[in-house]
């Protein structure tokens, strides 16, 4: 199936199973935690905020497959042949949410109204440092080890996604004004954001950013 099929016709519904199994099962995000007022299916207190207002928060944990050692799988719902694609497609969206909170502040409450993307965290636990995770962490090896995915047929597959991912932008910011956040503004800053375009996935990013065009009329 053709990225932008699975992007707007099943990725959608993978996301809410996935979502739905961190409600059940419980997260190891500690971002989570304080906003959702639960860990790991438990209740606790914050002074974060509440669930009402919290958005989608999980951890890069949260994609490994490993039962015997506390981390459930959340992806049972996704059949194996897809589970490279809702990684893709997981990718994408955080990369761009980070994209537009790094570099396009002012514009980003609007951004993240119109698109409401998940937020991804490294905490396992009380374990980690509290930071968001880079995108690409997606596809790090735990993830892939623990789901059978190959890495170089991943790394294939998003070079798909990655055609699709500069295409998909292009439209959204040249069809939405969202103050600074134009395509040409917003093609820059990937480009000249090394978490952007480092690493193998990254390369393959900043190669399509590289090709595309680099303003289109508003």
């Known amino acids: 199936?053709?990225?932008?099929?699975?992007?707007?016709?099943?990725?959608p519904g993978h996301l809410n199973g996935f979502v739905d199994s961190l409600d059940r099962l419980g997260s190891c995000s500690r971002m989570r935690a304080h906003h959702r007022q639960s860990f790991w299916g438990a209740p606790v207190v914050s002074a974060v905020g509440s669930a009402l207002d919290a958005g989608i928060y999980f951890s890069v944990?949260?994609?490994?497959?490993?039962?015997?050692e506390g981390l459930p799988d959340h992806l049972t719902h996704v059949p194996r042949e897809q589970q490279?694609?809702?990684?893709?497609a997981l990718c994408y969206v955080i990369l761009i949410d980070q994209v537009m909170y790094s570099h396009f502040r002012p514009d980003y409450a609007?951004?993240?109204?119109?698109?409401?993307?998940?937020?991804?965290?490294?905490?396992?636990?009380?374990?980690?440092?509290?930071?968001?995770a880079n995108p690409y962490e997606a596809f790090g090896p735990n993830v892939l080890a623990s789901r059978s995915i190959n890495h170089v047929t991943t790394l294939e597959r998003f070079e798909l996604w990655a055609s699709f991912v500069v295409r998909d932008?292009?439209?959204?910011f040249s069809t939405n004004q969202?103050?600074?956040?134009?395509?040409?503004?917003?093609?820059e800053?990937?480009?000249?954001?090394?978490?952007c375009i480092a690493g193998e996935f990254g390369g393959v990013i900043g190669y399509q950013l590289?090709?595309?065009v680099p303003f289109v009329e508003e």
Not at 1 to 11: D, G, I, K, S, T
Not at 61 to 68: F, N, R
């Open 169 to 172: 932008l292009a439209e959204f």
């Open 1 to 11: 199936m053709e990225p932008a099929r699975n992007f707007r016709e099943v990725w």
């Open 189 to 195: 800053a990937m480009l000249h954001d090394f978490d």
């Open 178 to 187: 969202l103050g600074a956040a134009t395509w040409g503004n917003v093609r």
């Open 84 to 88: 490279s694609d809702f990684l893709c």
């Open 210 to 212: 590289l090709r595309a």
């Open 110 to 132: 609007a951004f993240q109204a119109m698109t409401r993307y998940p937020k991804m965290d490294r905490s396992i636990g009380w374990a980690r440092t509290m930071m968001m």
């Open 61 to 68: 944990g949260d994609l490994i497959s490993a039962p015997g």
